[in-house]
């Protein structure tokens, strides 16, 4: 055995353990706990949340706008876990069907956790006298919980940094990235080159070296720099997919009644074989779950660190604003991925690799929905899911550069040379995801997701009482 597969079976063990019922648990305990207390804040408030993302107000503090601070925040949510995480989840080799019902109602709760966390995050943040902000779960953990739980902040920090150089801010985003247009140009690999011993395409090291340059490029301008780019591709990017996986669906609308039946009975291990079915159900709770919090970050604690900066004076409305990223990701773009794969059957399609028969998996599968279920020309239909990927996971390489920032911001005190040390290493890292297997990837930014969640979400459960107690005296005058 080689080490690389020694080091891949730890990593897969790791997962396994930080992602295990406890977690699941959590989170969604979490969730339907502060759903419940803010008396179902997500269904009767939305309208006004939806609004409030376009209402900036005048008079707040902040470095950026809230529309700023919230394409900030989907900028990091929006990419590869809406098009490749989705695709993983539901895979014939993972949660199947089942997980994408699973990833709804992890979302739908996950909302309520969403709202606290921009509630908590613009409740307890710091603005100097420069008028930079500090903000985020460290800041609401020490401040609200007080200064002796200083060491579960600093805990949260350092797995939020390396989360963003190791995981889900560099490696998963450039991987995928650089896989579509594998897939598009040279899906063969014919055109290789050997880098570290092993044979790569040469569109993958191209893809991989102009995205390092365009990163490079954005982030050694900080926030501000981050925010104007993420308004103009965000919303465009996610207009351009939603609509095109809308037309999929609707060019598929005869298959869509199955597809839920299919969906609703694997999540329910109605189709596992006989004594498996817990079994099966847990996998595809786990699997959703996982991957919906790759996803929307409901829980993680990352969005409240973009929220902290928006220009406004109450935490409320930041917090409604925050809980729409939650809504548009998931309930929204993922559903219609899931529905997409579900529908054309790719998430159980397979190929031939050296001989062997094996499931497509990643991006393989939501291109083969899209080639499939558009009626558009194979090359169209790729070429517009992997310019859709590309923007995606770009965006959310610049917003989880913030974030890693910002951590390593709380770990290290007001220290410029750490951070800039910290942005360094993170474009290295953009540099080398192009070359790590797809598997290893997933289960790093996995491990690394879930070590951030529980710290935050322990001070979310603690902090709860303040966030009910101001939310449910004060929404009802919010117009």
Known sequence: MSIFSTVNEWIEKLDGLVWGVPLIVLILGCGIFLTIRLRLLQVFHLKKALKFMFMNEEEGEGEVSSFGALCTALSATIGTGNIVGVATAVGVLAGGPGALFWMVVAAFFGMATKYAEGFLAVRYRKIDSEGHVLGGPFYYIENGMGSQWKWLAKFFAFFGAAAGLLGIGTFTQINGITNAVRNFFDPDKISTVSIFGMDYSIFVVIAGLIV????????????????????????????????????????????????????????????????????????????????????????????????????????????????????????????????????????????????????????????????????????????????????????????????????????????????????????????????????????????????????????????????????????????
């Open 212 to 479: 390092t340059f365009f990163v490079a490029l954005s982030v050694l301008g900080g926030l501000k720099r981050i925010a104007t780019v993420t308004q103009v591709i965000v919303p465009f990017m996610a207009v351009l997919y939603i609509a095109a996986a809308l037309l999929l669906i609707l060019c598929n609308i005869t298959k869509l009644p199955a597809s839920i039946v299919e969906i609703v009975t694997s999540a329910f291990g109605a189709r596992a074989v006989a004594g498996g079915a817990l079994g099966s159900i847990l996998i595809s709770m786990r699997n959703g779950i996982a991957r919906g919090i790759f996803s929307n970050e409901a829980g993680l604690g990352s969005a409240p660190i973009a929220a902290a900066a928006a220009k406004t004076k109450d935490p409320v409305r930041q917090g409604l604003v925050t809980m729409t990223g939650t809504f548009i990701d998931t309930i929204v773009i993922c559903t219609m991925t899931g529905l997409s794969i579900v529908m054309t059957g790719a998430w159980n399609v397979t190929h031939m690799v050296d001989g062997v028969e094996v499931p497509l998996k990643g991006v393989e599968v939501t291109t083969y929905a899209f080639q499939v279920g558009l009626p558009l020309p194979v090359k169209v239909s790729a070429a517009i899911l992997m310019l859709c990927l590309i923007f995606f996971a770009f965006t959310t390489i610049l917003g989880w550069d913030y974030y890693g920032e910002r951590c390593c911001e709380y770990l290290v005190g007001n220290n410029g040379i750490a951070v800039k040390i910290y942005r360094y290493l993170f474009i290295l890292a953009v540099l080398i995801g192009p070359y790590m297997t797809v598997e290893a990837v997933w289960n790093i930014a996995d491990i690394f997701n879930g070590l951030m969640a529980f710290p935050n979400l322990i001070a979310l459960l603690v902090l709860s009482g303040v966030v009910a107690k101001e939310t449910n005296s004060h929404i009802g005058e919010l117009r």
